[in-house]
């Protein structure tokens, strides 16, 4: 961080990163701080993007790049403690 930083972005989540690069595009200078030391082990896990989620990555300009790893769901199960949900 230093005294040309305009905006000050706590967390480096995907919230605070597409904040960073939506300033970034702007013009506005940004530093982002994260508490953590390293990205999170989330080996096979997945992230699932909604409509309205590939619209802000649109906007952002990097949706292009991640549809060519993104794998469409047609429909999806959810397992928790009260029973099983179909989407
Ligand atoms: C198991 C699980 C599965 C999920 N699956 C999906 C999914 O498939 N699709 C989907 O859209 N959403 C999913 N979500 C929800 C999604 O993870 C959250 O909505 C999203 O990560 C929120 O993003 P965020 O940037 O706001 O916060 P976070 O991803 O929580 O990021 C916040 C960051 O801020 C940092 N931080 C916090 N406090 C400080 C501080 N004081 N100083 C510096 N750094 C700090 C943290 O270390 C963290 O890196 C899932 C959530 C969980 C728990």
């Known amino acids: 961080m230093d005294d040309n930083d305009d905006v000050v972005i706590i967390g ?16 506005i200078k940004g530093v982002v701080m994260e ?6 082990n989330v080996t096979g896990a997945g992230i699932a993007v909604r409509p309205n989620g590939w619209r802000a990555l649109d906007q952002l300009g990097v ?11 047609n429909w999806y199960l959810i397992h928790c403690f009260l029973g099983l949900f179909c989407f």
């Open 35 to 40: 508490r953590s030391e390293s990205l999170r």
């Open 12 to 27: 480096a989540g995907i919230c605070g990163l597409a904040t960073a690069l939506a300033l970034h595009k702007k013009g």
């Open 63 to 73: 949706a292009e790049i991640l549809r060519h790893t993104a794998v469409p769901l």
